[in-house]
Each structure stands twice: as structure tokens, then as C-alpha cells.
């Protein structure tokens, strides 16, 4: 552990056995015990002894001392220091002095005999002290060779924090805590240092070095351990913790964090939550009254009828039955949605539910435009649609020119794309309504386009998660026919379809009966609110699902709502293609597409694999008499129905998907498509190899050579025959 | 969720949805207090609700101080009686993976399997159908133990590790911050850690051994089956998990709140490699 102290002065014995005993009065009994001069190594035990047992009754007499630790084992400076300790506990010092366990560079040495030890006045024998100290510190130390754990271990913890007293070189030699140790300035000439003149009180400057030590801070950071631990005791003493000292690793941790984390920065915003900010600002923007503000003008029109529904109170029987966004969050729904009314022309608006996505969701609501308004954006759309007729025309009134002009031309295929079938008009059938989305409350509403049955077709094909971002592309086997905004609209369009349900009666169809002949294949697709409509009891609605009707059309296999011969040509298209496809014409029959007529209840739908494709619940049972009739489908997840009285919603939160018993399978790609058969038009030879090439090569040769070798023997016999 | 802090969970959490009607709220409040009373649970967590044919399922679990310690579940159809539900063992799971479809609702329902079984009658080994009937409790313990292996969640830094080896709940967890908030690798699993050991000895030296002892979301198969998005405004976290459709977490960052509810038909989605 250190270099040991030097060798002993052999002259010193006897003082330090006088000391040594006058130090302890406790020992005074065994004063007279110790052989006044004695050889060192004999000495040395009976000093041991003494000092060792002087050591356990001070320790034992020092209560006030807490023992904290449990037993560290000590190095035989600690020891030491505890023996100084003690000494100077004698005296009365709270301080004690110590020089301790510490590392080897502190030795007992010159510091040490400025302090420590306390001898009530006697100067001669101070100056024996000091001399003979180094012969005592060695004694000592090999006396305490083994350490006492138990009780000299409770020194160490209580003065470790002291103990770098004597570290700092830099600060030079001065008075550890005790300067007056009752030294008088006649002898301090013996000391192989300068020392300061004590200030009157000795422990307020015990108090300064320890507390200057502590304020010193490393070149690695400007925070020094005073400064921590004041703000580390601070912190606990404001928070008053349970049990705090189980917690103390992780509020040293934190108490650090936050030196380096200032919370509050009054010139910058704190740059992380930018975004929340931002959010919120957009939020704010909602509540504010829109307009001009005029005070009691704002009130008298606002009072009158708004498109937008009570959202409220939608959101509170649903929230009977446990289903539902959080009521400010339904607040913030409804104040977007009166938003969204004021932007657009509309006349019927609905809160129709949220699609969960990958990173991010959607709100969706239900509106339908006032007469004539939405005109604008399907005109555009068809002059697209017409203009890329328009080209297809052109592209085969150019093939039928090539087909003219160039004879050996490679056969057209027979086969012809399925005829695309027309999508609904808007205002029926799947297009009844449209639809706007967005993401969060204060966001910006996006218009979703029509759906067109491909799109519907290719839907129930494929399941996708939404992402959440509207022209994310949707990549499946089969290719879905647009991006994720059409996707979803293709799902609202099937959910809508298959879950908006009505009680019985609410609904019924209108007296019109024009045109019944047309109508009645289709069905009926228009009905009206029932004006005497008185509602039916909750218990009734829980009971038997007849009591529910779909209030929305079917979707036909072909992915409208009515259906549509898809070989009926157009005008356009029976111009051109008249040539082409007479004898294709009455070839195929495609059989109408019935589905269940509007209105229908719900104890017609489907089983799912021998359950019931709803389930219905009231929504307290403990209160049957207040309680709102629930429905719920298990077949769309997540699309709940509620009714009271003459009130009824819909509403569908959840993933967009359909609940499939099997696992979802798939489309297979198509067959592998057949050779063009061989026929007297094209036949399929091999090429020919290498070698038959040559083999022909060789006969024509020999064929050409047999020719020429005729030819001249023909030449030969002619003028053989000429000469003749 | 923590059954000290239902209310605000719950609110918190209702972006997925489905929560819980006042009248099951209020019941909560009150049997669950009397749970932790009876069977002097340290914590008790409201798991969820697992929606039925004919009648819901609310599992509540109690935690011992040991945060990592077997838990014990309870269930309830009307929230005030609780029944404790037998700890799951690998059988279980074995016997019940055959069993598909909805939960009906009715603890006492037994599903009915047939299989074929060899039956060694004397010298002949032949092969009879046997049905087994599996009940509906078992489905349920094992169902709600694979939920918990495989997808719960609790932030980093919100249990540490002793060294004497138990798991406590960090009572100085201030919350993530919102840059941590939304990367998948400050979410741990909340359970036995299963993939700790495989990391390299590189990545092991920057982990906090009190702190980074679970595994973290971001290694699990499929990768993005987790859909992490902010909500209320970016003032919220929420993890919503696409294996297991119905189990949300939440997470106010720089706030104490954190929790996650399973609402669902208690089924996988096995679909998930497709609708990626």
C-alpha cells in the first residue's frame, strides 16, 4: 500500500509509551503497566495491546459515532487514522483529522504532525511527540497489520468525505482542520513547514477548506461535487421521495441529466416539440368563430339549422357502449367538421368513422353536396375518360390501315380485354355519397374520388393495411387499380354497404311507383325517413335481429349496386367494332346479378361459418330501463350500431378489413397462356443445326457440280453430234 | 394499464376505438381495489377486454414486486366478480392451438376437436378418432399468456433491474423524450428477455445493464408489425400492434403515462405478411 514510514527512532520508546498513555486517560489504569524502557520489538506488543484495547473503549465510548457501512476492511493507514481519530475524539474535536486510508501519496508525513493529535499542553512532550511520531505511526502500523473490520470500519465512511484534505499539493501546505491543536507559535519553528496564523475559529475554517475542496471543479466540466450534491439534496428535500435511499443512483443519474437538459430557455422555443406546437396552433384555429365577428349577428345565425350532426351526442351513447373516441377528441371532430361545412357546399354531412393506418389514421365523413354543386369536377374527369377513347379509336383505325397495306403480318390475338364496366353515377348506388377524409382535427379535408367497380372488384381480392398517407401506391397481386385513396374508398364503399343499419321502420321506401317494371329487377334504391316512425322498445331491438334493416344497397358481385349488361355497347364502340366482333355478338349471355333488395333485415345476412354475422347487447345491464340497444357486426370489426328510441347511428372504427375465419388466400397469377396453335399459316419449325447445314451445303454442291459435269457432257455430245 | 391511473389510461388510449361504457368503468374502479385488497397484489393491471359471441371477457392481472414474475389473471364477465385464471403452461398452448374462431363467451363452452389418435389395443395399433374437447377457459389463459409473450410493451426506462435481481418499477422514470418517443427500439417487451443474448458483445457495451435489460421491439418478426404514430396532436405516442390486432400502447412522452389495453376478438393475424 505504500512505502512505509521510515525506520523507527530507537531512541524513542520511552516517550511515546508515556505518551501514549497520558493520551488516553481511559488507559491510565494501564500506565503503570508498561515497563518504562524497553526494547522496540518488545515493546511493540504490549504497545499494541494497549493501543488496541485504548482503540475499543474509545470506539466503544464514542456512541454519537453512527456506523454506516458495513465492514469495510481497512488498510492499516486507515488504521491509523482511526487511531488519530480517536485521539482527537478525546480532545473533543469534531473534526478529526485524518490522513488517512487514502492513497499512498498521503502518508503520515509532514502534514501529519501539524494536526491530529491533541495533548492537553504539555510542550515538552509535544516535541517528544513529534520526534518519536514516526516511530509510533510505525509501531501502529504494524500493530494494526490486520485489520478490525467491525468497528474501526465505522470511522472510515463517516470520514472519507473529509479526507482530501490533505490531497491537494497545489493549494500547499496549510492547516488541515485544526490548526490551534493547541500549538503555541514557539514551537511551530519545529515544524518543517510554514504554517498560517490559525484564524479564532478553528472549525469555520475547517469548514472553508472542506467546502473549497469541494467547490473545485476538474477541467473536464464546470459542475463541481458541492454544487451537485447541493442540488441532489435539494431536489430530494423538495420532492420528499419514499424511501429515498433506494432511489438514489437514479436521482444522482437524473440530478446530472439535468444540469446538462436546462428545462426553460425564455429566448428559444424548446425545438422538439416545434411540431406539437404547430399542431396545436392548427387546432386553435378551429374554435375560433369563423367570419366576421359581429357579436349578437353571429349569434342569431349560428342559432339557425347546420349541416353538421350532433356529434355529441352520438358520441355519448356510443360511449355507453364502450365504443368511441375520447369526448374532447369527438369535440375536435365536430368542430373540423363544421369547418369542413363552411368550405364546401354541402347539405348532408356525417361523422362517418376513423380507419386506423400504419402512421397515421383517417377521419372520414359523409357528405352529399347541394344540387348541382359537384358537377364541375365530373365533367373534367369524363372529358378524360372520352378522350382516351377518342385515341383508342384513332390507334385502331391506324391498325386497320397497316393491316392493309403489309401482307404477312403477325396474327392479331383473339383475345379482348373484359369490357370495363361503367361505374355508378354519382348520387347512387355506391357514389350515393361522398366522402372527405383527414387525418387529425385541424388538418386540411381531402375529397375522395368515386368508386368504380374494378375498384371494388379488386378490393375484396386484396388486404392491405392503409398507410396513412393518401397517394401511397398499393402494390398486390392483383394490381389494385389505383393508389391508397382509392383503395380506401373502395373499403368505405364496402363497409358502408354491408353495416349501415336502421331499425325497422325508420326507413321506408317511397310511394312512387313509376316505372315499376325497370325498377323491379333492379330493386329499389331510394327510400325516405319515415315520418311516423315511433321507435321500437330497446329489449325488442336486443332480441331479434329482424328488428334491424340495411338501409344501404347491396354491392353486386359485379361491384355495383344495379346492375349492368357489360356487353351493351355504347354508340361509340358498336361504330368501330362492328366490323370486328359481329360474330362475337350473341355469344356470350351474362346472367343478371341479384342481390338482396334494399331494406332487407339482418336475420337474412349470411352466416360466418355457423355464427351469426352480428352480435347485439344492451349497453348496461344493470339498467336496462336507460340502456341503448348495441349492435355489433363480426363481420366488419369494428362497426358499431346503436339505437334508442327514435336515435340511431353508425359508426366504424377500426382496421378497414374484413373478418375471415380461413386464412386469406391469395390470387393465384392466371394459367400460363397457350401457344398460338400451329396451323397452315404459321408452323414452327426448328432451325437447323450446324451440321445439317452443312450436309445441305455439301448436296447442293454436289448437286450443282453433277448439274455443271451434265450440262458439259451435254455440250459434248452436241458437238460431238455437230461434228459429226 | 395501470388500475391506479384507469381513468386517464383509458382516455388516453380510446384513439384505437374500443374502450369501456361509465357503467364498466365505475365497476372497475371499486373491484379492482378489492382484488389488490384480497390478494395483496402489489400492482394490479387492467389487461383488457376480449369481445365474445355472447358475452366479453375484462382480465385484470396482479403483479407482485418483482415486475418480471409470473402474473396471475384474473377474469370477469360484469367487472365486480373475479375469477382467478390457472397459470398457462405449454400444453395448454399445444391443446388449444387447434382450436379457430371467436370466443363465444361462456367460460364453461367446450370446443370439440376430433383427431386421430393411435390407440394400442393388445397387438394392433390402429388409429381412432378421438374428440377432445378443449374449454374455453384454457383458450383463454393460453390466448392472453401468448399476448403478453408476444406483445406487451413498456417503455425504456420505466422498470430497472436490482442487483440482487428483481425488476422494480423506476419511480424517477420522467417519460421518453419525443425524439426517443418515436423510435421502435425504446419500447421494450414486457416479459423474460428471449433475444438479449444474442447480441454481440459490441452492442452489449452500450447497454445500461439496469435499464436495457428486456428485449426491444425493433428486432421482431415481420419487421413493421408495429404502427407507431402520433396522435392528439403529436402529444401522444401510440403503438398499435398488427399481429395481434386490438392491443394498443400509449405513451404521453415526457410524462409518467404509459400502459397498453388489448381490446379484440383474442386472434392472430395471420395474415400480416400479406397486408404489409
Redesign the interface.
Given at each position: 500500500m505504500g512505502d512505509p514510514p521510515p525506520a523507527p527512532d530507537p531512541s524513542a520508546p520511552q516517550p511515546s509509551s508515556r505518551r501514549s498513555s497520558q493520551v488516553s486517560e481511559q488507559r491510565s489504569q494501564e500506565r503503570a503497566q508498561l515497563p518504562p524502557a524497553v526494547p522496540d520489538g518488545v515493546q511493540q506488543m504490549p504497545l499494541d495491546a494497549q493501543v488496541l484495547r485504548s482503540s475499543q473503549e474509545i470506539l466503544e465510548s464514542q456512541a454519537n459515532l453512527q456506523s454506516w457501512s458495513q465492514g469495510a476492511s481497512l488498510s492499516p493507514y486507515e488504521q491509523l487514522a482511526m487511531f488519530q481519530a480517536e485521539e482527537a475524539q478525546l480532545g473533543g474535536m469534531e473534526y478529526p483529522s485524518l490522513n488517512t486510508g487514502f492513497p499512498s501519496e498521503f502518508l503520515p508525513q509532514p502534514y501529519l504532525d501539524g494536526g491530529g493529535i491533541q495533548v492537553p499542553g504539555n510542550a515538552s512532550l509535544m516535541q517528544q511527540l513529534q520526534h518519536g511520531r514516526g516511530n509510533v505511526f510505525q509501531e501502529l502500523e504494524s500493530a494494526y497489520q490486520e485489520p478490525r473490520p467491525d468497528l474501526l470500519g465505522q470511522f472510515s465512511m463517516y470520514q472519507r468525505e473529509d479526507l482530501q484534505f490533505s490531497a491537494s499539493a497545489q493549494h500547499g501546505p496549510y492547516m488541515r482542520d485544526d490548526p490551534a491543536l493547541q500549538f503555541s507559535p514557539s514551537e511551530l519553528g519545529f515544524m518543517s513547514f510554514s504554517m498560517q496564523v490559525p484564524e479564532p475559529e478553528p472549525r469555520e475554517l475547517a469548514v472553508q477548506n472542506a467546502k473549497a475542496y469541494l467547490l473545485q471543479t476538474s477541467v473536464n466540466c464546470n459542475l463541481s461535487l458541492y454544487e451537485h450534491l447541493v442540488n441532489l439534496l435539494t431536489k430530494i428535500l423538495n420532492q420528499r421521495?419514499e424511501d429515498p435511499l433506494s432511489?438514489l443512483e437514479?436521482?444522482n443519474r437524473?440530478a446530472q441529466w439535468e444540469w446538462f437538459h436546462p428545462k426553460l430557455d425564455t429566448l428559444r422555443d424548446d425545438p422538439?416539440?416545434q411540431?406539437?406546437y404547430?399542431?396545436?396552433e392548427?387546432?386553435k384555429a378551429l374554435f375560433v368563430r369563423g367570419g366576421s365577428g359581429e357579436g349578437e349577428q353571429d349569434m342569431e345565425e349560428e342559432v339557425t339549422e347546420t349541416a353538421v350532426p350532433n356529434i355529441m351526442e352520438t358520441a355519448f351513447y356510443f360511449?355507453?357502449?364502450?365504443?368511441?373516441?375520447?369526448s374532447d377528441?369527438s369535440f375536435r371532430i365536430f368542430v373540423a367538421l363544421k369547418q369542413l361545412v363552411e368550405q364546401q357546399p354541402i347539405r348532408t354531412c356525417r361523422f362517418w368513422g376513423?380507419i386506423?393506418?400504419?402512421?397515421?389514421?383517417y377521419l372520414v365523413a359523409e357528405v352529399e353536396f347541394r344540387e348541382g354543386e359537384e358537377e364541375v369536377e365530373e365533367e373534367e374527369v369524363e372529358e378524360l375518360t372520352e378522350g382516351g377513347e377518342a385515341t383508342e379509336a384513332h390507334g385502331e383505325e391506324e391498325g386497320e390501315e397497316d393491316e392493309e397495306k403489309v401482307t404477312d403480318v403477325i396474327p392479331k390475338p383473339t383475345w379482348k380485354p373484359p369490357p370495363v364496366i361503367p361505374k355508378e353515377e354519382s348520387r347512387s348506388g355506391t357514389n350515393k355519397f361522398l366522402y372527405f377524409v383527414c387525418n387529425?382535427p385541424?388538418r386540411p379535408w381531402t375529397r375522395l374520388p368515386h368508386v368504380t367497380p374494378a375498384q371494388i372488384v379488386h378490393a375484396r381480392k386484396i388486404?392491405?393495411?392503409f398507410t396513412?398517407r393518401l397517394d401511397a401506391p398499393v402494390i398486390s397481386y392483383p394490381p389494385f387499380p389505383g393508389n391508397e385513396a382509392n383503395y380506401l374508398r373502395a373499403q368505405i364503399a364496402r363497409i358502408s354497404a354491408a353495416t349501415h343499419i336502421s331499425p325497422l321502420g325508420f326507413y321506408q321506401f317511397g310511394e312512387e311507383e313509376g316505372d315499376e317494371e325497370e325498377e323491379g329487377r333492379a330493386g329499389r334504391d331510394t327510400y325516405e325517413e319515415n315520418a311516423d316512425f315511433e321507435g321500437i322498445p330497446v329489449l325488442e331491438l336486443v332480441d331479434s335481429l329482424a328488428n334491424w334493416v340495411h338501409h344501404r344497397q347491396h354491392i353486386l358481385p359485379q361491384g355495383r349496386c344495379t346492375w349492368v349488361n357489360p356487353l351493351q355497347k355504347t354508340e361509340e364502340e358498336e361504330e368501330l367494332g362492328e366490323e370486328e366482333e359481329k360474330a362475337d355478338e350473341g355469344v356470350e349471355e351474362v346472367e343478371q346479378e341479384i342481390g338482396p333488395p334494399l331494406l332487407t333485415p339482418l336475420s337474412e345476412d349470411a352466416e360466418i361459418?355457423h355464427?351469426?354475422p352480428w352480435?347485439t347487447r344492451l349497453?348496461?345491464?344493470?339498467?336496462p330501463q336507460y340502456s341503448v340497444a348495441v349492435v355489433?357486426s363480426?363481420l366488419w370489426?369494428?362497426a358499431y350500431a346503436y339505437a334508442i328510441g327514435k336515435k340511431f347511428e353508425n359508426i366504424y372504427?377500426?382496421?378497414g378489413?374484413k373478418?375471415s375465419?380461413e386464412?386469406?388466400n391469395?390470387s393465384l397469377p392466371g394459367p400460363i397462356q397457350h401457344e398460338y396453335p400451329s396451323g397452315p399459316e404459321i408452323m414452327e419449325m426448328s432451325d437447323p443445326t450446324v451440321e445439317e447445314e452443312q450436309a445441305l451445303k455439301a448436296a447442293q454442291e454436289h448437286a450443282l457440280a453433277t448439274a455443271e459435269e451434265e450440262e458439259e457432257e451435254e455440250d459434248e455430245d452436241e458437238d460431238e453430234d455437230a461434228d459429226d | 394499464m395501470d388500475a391506479e391511473s384507469l381513468l386517464l389510461s383509458l382516455?388516453l388510449a380510446?384513439?384505437?376505438?374500443?374502450?369501456?361504457?361509465?357503467?364498466?368503468r365505475a365497476s372497475l374502479l371499486t373491484s379492482l381495489m378489492l382484488v389488490k385488497r384480497d390478494y395483496r397484489y402489489d400492482r394490479v393491471l387492467f389487461w383488457g377486454r376480449i369481445?365474445g359471441?355472447?358475452a366479453d371477457y375484462y382480465i385484470a392481472q396482479g403483479l407482485s414486486e418483482d415486475q418480471l414474475a409470473p402474473r396471475k389473471t384474473l377474469y370477469s364477465l360484469?367487472c365486480m366478480e373475479w375469477s382467478l385464471l390457472p397459470p398457462a403452461t405449454d400444453e395448454m398452448m399445444v391443446q388449444t392451438s387447434v382450436v379457430?374462431?371467436?370466443f363465444t363467451g361462456d367460460p364453461s363452452h367446450e370446443y370439440e376437436h376430433t383427431e386421430l389418435q393411435k390407440v394400442n389395443d393388445g397387438e394392433k395399433v390402429f388409429e381412432e378418432e378421438v374428440v377432445v374437447q378443449i374449454k374455453e377457459e384454457t383458450r383463454l389463459v393460453s390466448i392472453i399468456d401468448q399476448i403478453d409473450k408476444a406483445v406487451s410493451v413498456i417503455p425504456r426506462g420505466a422498470l430497472?433491474k436490482t442487483p440482487f435481481g428483481p425488476v422494480h418499477v423506476?419511480?424517477?422514470f420522467?417519460g421518453l423524450?419525443?425524439?426517443q418517443a418515436k423510435k421502435l427500439s425504446s419500447y421494450f417487451h414486457f416479459r423474460e428477455p428471449v433475444e438479449l443474448k444474442n447480441k454481440t458483445l459490441l452492442e452489449k457495451a452500450d447497454l445500461d445493464p439496469s435499464l436495457d435489460f428486456l428485449d426491444s421491439l425493433e428486432h421482431d418478426i415481420p419487421k413493421?408489425s408495429w404502427?407507431?404514430?402520433?396522435?392528439?396532436?403529436?402529444?401522444l405516442v401510440v403503438l398499435?400492434s398488427?399481429l395481434w390486432?386490438g392491443l394498443t400502447f400509449f405513451h404521453a412522452p415526457r410524462t409518467k403515462n404509459c400502459g397498453y389495453i388489448y381490446v379484440?376478438?383474442g386472434e392472430k393475424n395471420?395474415?400480416l405478411p400479406?397486408?404489409?
Open positions: 421521495p432511489i437514479s436521482l437524473t422538439e416539440m411540431l406539437t404547430e399542431m396545436a392548427r387546432q360511449e355507453q357502449a364502450g365504443v368511441g373516441l375520447s377528441e376513423k386506423l393506418g400504419l402512421s397515421g389514421s387529425e385541424g388486404k392491405k393495411f396513412g361459418l355464427t351469426s352480435t349497453s348496461c345491464s344493470l339498467c355489433r363480426n370489426p369494428g372504427i377500426g382496421w378489413h373478418y375465419p386464412n386469406f391469395p | 382516455e380510446s384513439g384505437s376505438g374500443q374502450g369501456l361504457s361509465p357503467d364498466r369481445l359471441l355472447v360484469n379457430k374462431g371467436r430497472f423506476n419511480r424517477t420522467e423524450s419525443l425524439s413493421g404502427s407507431i404514430q402520433m396522435e392528439r396532436g403529436n402529444a398499435r398488427l390486432p379484440g376478438t395471420i395474415d400479406f397486408m404489409l
